[in-house]
């Protein structure tokens, strides 16, 4: 098939480089992106999944790890570091790991380290532990310890085109200023750039981020999570590097949201995510003026979390921020672009545009990667839920509002037990069971008692 991606960047550049080299000559891809728009950048950093596809676990990408760490200023990420979600100046670690029992139903040794020590659950994981003992894995074989990076995005961008355009991809520089559909928007005919250049395909991939282009085009919809997720907002900046740095994301709760602190082997990124329904934009600006000593701030931009109503619709799917926006405090972005990317190439995507384009293949994939994104909105929403109200944002937050019924649910179970893979049922292989009780444990729900009850249970 002649497949049209448009927009490069992280998510553009992954779905090109997995076609290219699941589907070896197969296809005629063509990467349309706009050097004069740039990307966002807003996530500089990933989850162990990211880590997996570049040294190759899911397909020979040819990548060399220790390589792409070097050339993207990559630095090793064990987990994240909540400061001060709930109010009183402290902080949790969540890793990115669970116990040798985080599968078993339930988690006994998580138990056992919260009696252990309340406050030291994590050190039950070999990532929790690393964290504590400051060490950082330099094997560049994931597999050993399920580690994820923190890295330049700009740079990532350049590293995963270079990969694509060597294993035949092409790439041409345009801006697109319409997109031609069918009269029933079933169907993208063609893109038409600012020189009235025309590009043709059987195919056509909506990478080009918050325009959401080709989508919008088609009529394919968007879900608003802004009840739940409020942050709408973000002020970017940077700080040279300080001493030691963590081999963690730190997130650290403000007045109306919180920031996000990324070490890349050159400079922290850093940003103020953030509700204008709360403050206004220069009111951000003068907190994070205050509490980070006047950084020197990139860009701002403004967004709605949400995903799309569909996200395949025709001959066209969505990927990336076009697909969907969810602040990012647990580096959901890119996770979820590989997802979508293995489950639509590895599924769904054949040599004939009559062999792909399939209405049950259609409805299957829209169902299965809305229950993803509707479910890490869920998991986002938890971490909020930590009793905090010393700001008008932070008793939004911890009222009932926000809530959905997964997290009611949750908050509910908690009481007396623990999350398990039996309480996720369906769910359970998109987010496993210790990445919920990392959270409901970090913000208080989960303590002494809880374990004191689980444990008692199995005996």
Same mark, same amino acid.
């Given at each position: 098939?002649k497949?049209v991606i448009?927009?490069?960047g992280?998510?553009?550049w992954?779905?090109?480089?997995?076609?290219a080299k699941?589907?070896?000559n197969a296809?005629?891809?063509?990467?349309i992106?706009?050097k004069?728009?740039?990307?966002?950048?807003?996530g500089?950093g990933s989850t162990s999944?990211f880590v997996s596809?570049?040294a190759g676990s899911?397909?020979h990408?040819g990548?060399d790890l220790n390589?792409?760490?070097e050339k993207?200023n990559?630095t090793?990420?064990?987990?994240i570091k909540?400061?001060?979600?709930?109010?009183?100046?402290?902080?949790y670690?969540?890793?990115l790991?669970?116990t040798r029992?985080a599968?078993i139903?339930p988690?006994?040794?998580?138990?056992?380290?919260?009696?252990?020590?309340?406050?030291?659950?994590?050190?039950c994981?070999e990532l929790?532990?690393?964290y !504590?003992?400051g060490? =950082?894995?330099t094997?560049?074989?994931p597999?050993?310890? $399920?580690?994820a +990076?923190h890295?330049d995005a700009f740079?990532v961008?350049?590293?995963l085109?270079n990969?694509?355009?060597q294993a035949g991809?092409?790439?041409?520089d345009?801006?697109i200023?319409?997109?031609?559909t069918?009269?029933d928007k079933?169907?993208v005919i063609?893109?038409?750039d600012?020189?009235?250049?025309?590009y043709e395909a059987?195919?056509?991939?909506?990478?080009?981020g918050f325009?959401?282009?080709?989508?919008n085009?088609?009529d394919?919809g968007w879900?608003d999570y802004?009840k739940?997720?409020?942050?709408?907002?973000?002020?970017?900046f940077?700080?040279?590097?300080?001493g030691i740095?963590?081999p963690?994301?730190?997130?650290i709760?403000?007045n109306?949201?919180w920031?996000w602190?990324?070490?890349t082997?050159?400079?922290y990124?850093?940003?103020?995510v953030?509700?204008n329904?709360?403050?206004t !934009?220069?009111?951000? =600006?003068?907190?994070v003026n205050?509490k980070?000593?006047? $950084?020197q701030? +990139?860009r701002?931009?403004?967004f709605?979390?949400g995903r799309?109503?569909l996200?395949?619709k025709?001959?066209?799917i969505s990927?990336?921020?076009?697909?969907?926006?969810?602040?990012?405090?647990e580096?959901?972005s890119?996770?979820?672009?590989?997802m979508?990317t293995?489950?639509?190439?590895?599924?769904?995507?054949?040599s004939?545009?009559?062999?792909?384009?399939?209405?049950?293949r259609?409805n299957d994939?829209?169902?299965?990667i809305a229950n993803?994104?509707?479910?890490l909105?869920?998991?986002?929403?938890?971490?909020?839920k930590g009793?905090?109200?010393?700001t008008?944002?932070w008793k939004?937050m911890s009222?009932?509002?926000p809530?959905?019924e997964?997290?009611d649910y949750l908050?509910d179970i908690s009481?007396?037990?623990?999350?398990?893979q039996l309480t996720?049922q369906?769910?359970?292989y998109?987010?496993?069971?210790?990445?919920?009780?990392?959270?409901l444990?970090?913000?208080?729900?989960?303590?002494?008692?809880?374990a004191?009850?689980?444990?008692?249970?199995?005996?």
């Amino acid at each position: 098939m002649k497949i049209v991606i448009l927009g490069g960047g992280t998510a553009g550049w992954i779905i090109a480089m997995t076609i290219a080299k699941i589907q070896p000559n197969a296809h005629d891809i063509t990467v349309i992106e706009s050097k004069r728009l740039g990307i966002i950048g807003a996530g500089e950093g990933s989850t162990s999944l990211f880590v997996s596809l570049i040294a190759g676990s899911f397909f020979h990408t040819g990548i060399d790890l220790n390589d792409f760490i070097e050339k993207t200023n990559a630095t090793v990420k064990l987990g994240i570091k909540h400061v001060n979600w709930t109010g009183d100046g402290t902080h949790y670690f969540a890793p990115l790991d669970g116990t040798r029992t985080a599968l078993i139903t339930p988690d006994a040794e998580f138990c056992k380290a919260i009696l252990k020590n309340k406050n030291k659950a994590h050190m039950c994981t070999e990532l929790g532990h690393a964290y !504590e003992r400051g060490y =950082i894995p330099t094997d560049s074989n994931p597999k050993l310890l $399920p580690y994820a +990076l923190h890295f330049d995005a700009f740079n990532v961008g350049e590293y995963l085109s270079n990969v694509a355009i060597q294993a035949g991809v092409k790439h041409i520089d345009a801006d697109i200023c319409d997109v031609k559909t069918n009269a029933d928007k079933t169907e993208v005919i063609s893109l038409t750039d600012t020189n009235h250049n025309e590009y043709e395909a059987d195919f056509f991939i909506d990478c080009s981020g918050f325009s959401r282009r080709i989508c919008n085009a088609m009529d394919m919809g968007w879900v608003d999570y802004s009840k739940n997720l409020p942050v709408n907002a973000a002020i970017a900046f940077q700080k040279p590097l300080d001493g030691i740095v963590e081999p963690v994301t730190s997130a650290i709760a403000m007045n109306a949201g919180w920031v996000w602190k990324i070490p890349t082997a050159q400079r922290y990124g850093m940003g103020y995510v953030y509700s204008n329904k709360f403050i206004t !934009e220069q009111q951000a =600006i003068d907190e994070v003026n205050r509490k980070f000593d006047n $950084p020197q701030i +990139l860009r701002k931009f403004n967004f709605t979390s949400g995903r799309s109503n569909l996200f395949w619709k025709g001959n066209c799917i969505s990927l990336g921020l076009s697909s969907v926006f969810l602040e990012p405090l647990e580096a959901t972005s890119i996770h979820t672009t590989i997802m979508q990317t293995l489950a639509f190439v590895m599924e769904h995507l054949h040599s004939t545009k009559e062999r792909t384009i399939n209405q049950y293949r259609i409805n299957d994939y829209n169902r299965s990667i809305a229950n993803v994104h509707d479910t890490l909105r869920d998991f986002l929403v938890l971490h909020y839920k930590g009793g905090r109200t010393d700001t008008e944002f932070w008793k939004y937050m911890s009222s009932n509002e926000p809530n959905t019924e997964k997290v009611d649910y949750l908050l509910d179970i908690s009481k007396d037990s623990i999350v398990s893979q039996l309480t996720l049922q369906q769910d359970s292989y998109r987010l496993v069971a210790s990445m919920w009780n990392w959270i409901l444990w970090g913000i208080g729900k989960i303590n002494e008692d809880t374990a004191r009850s689980v444990l008692r249970k199995l005996n």
